[in-house]
Nanobody, 126 residues
Framework: QVQLVESGGGLVQPGGSLRLSCAAS????????IGWFRQAPGKEREGVSC????????DYADSVKGRFTISRDSAKSTVYLQMNSLKPEDTAVYYC???????????????????WGQGTQVTVSS
């Protein structure tokens, strides 16, 4: 059974940085994808960034391109989301999720991912 645990959220001022971690366990194959999603109050869950563990292919939402970077440490089964130049509109609960390796053009559709973590709060405010 796949388990995902997020960490690294918190309160940060606009323009600041945070690094989220998603520690995964229970995979029986190297062919999986992990995505970061976020949900703000009153809004739908949206894909932020996703990565294939097998080939390192990535995808980003337009709103975070150039500011966020997703990476993986396969030996530790951990995926990171480095978030720079944070804005108040980045405030949300951030979730990581896993699914099969994803070869679609758009990798971050929530329906592709079946295992979800509990989420970590990110608040960007002065």
């Amino acid at each position: 059974q796949v388990q995902l645990v997020e960490s690294g959220g918190g309160l940060v001022q606009p323009g600041g940085s945070l690094r989220l971690s998603c520690a995964a366990s229970g995979f029986t194959t190297n062919f999986y994808a992990i995505g970061w999603f976020r949900q703000a109050p009153g809004k739908e869950r949206e894909g932020v960034s996703c990565i294939n563990n097998s080939d390192g292919r990535t995808d980003y939402a337009d709103s975070v391109k150039g500011r966020f970077t997703i990476s993986r440490d396969s030996a530790k089964s951990t995926v990171y989301l480095q978030m720079n130049s944070l804005k108040p509109e980045d405030t949300a609960v951030y979730y990581c999720a896993s699914g099969p390796a994803n070869y679609r053009l758009r990798m971050c559709l929530p329906s592709h991912y079946s295992n979800w973590g509990q989420g970590t709060q990110v608040t960007v405010s002065s």
